[in-house]
């Protein structure tokens, strides 16, 4: 059974930081890409930054390239998004994805339950 498991969110004032961590397990974690995912009230979710399987790519949504930095362990089965430089902007749930393909290659996307981060004064 895939889960994905948020942690580290919380309040933060502006200019500082947090470190997001997703423990996963029930699937090859050194073979997936992860990302991590936010979604702001009454905004779509939308993809934040990601990571290829061994840690050799990452991509960044613009509003966040510079400050934010996605990282893993294949060891520990983890995924990190460290955080820097908050903005009010920042303020969202986030949740941690990987996207598995299962019988006759058909895809399948898979959730955390989220991680809360506000950013305010």
């Known amino acids: 059974q895939v889960r994905l498991v948020e942690s580290g969110g919380g309040l933060v004032q502006p200019g500082g930081s947090l470190r997001l961590s997703c423990a996963t397990s029930g699937f090859t974690f050194s073979s997936s890409a992860m990302s991590w995912y936010r979604q702001a009230p009454g905004k779509e979710r939308e993809l934040v930054a990601r990571i290829s399987s061994l840690g050799g790519s990452t991509n960044y949504a613009d509003s966040v390239k510079g400050r934010f930095t996605i990282s893993r362990d294949n060891a520990k089965n983890m995924v990190y998004l460290q955080m820097n430089s908050l903005k009010p902007e920042d303020t969202a749930v986030y949740y941690c994805?990987?996207?598995?393909?299962?019988?006759?290659?058909?895809?399948?996307?898979?959730w955390g339950q989220g991680t809360q981060v506000t950013v305010s004064s």
């Open positions: 994805n990987t996207v598995l393909k299962g019988p006759l290659d058909i895809t399948y996307g898979y």
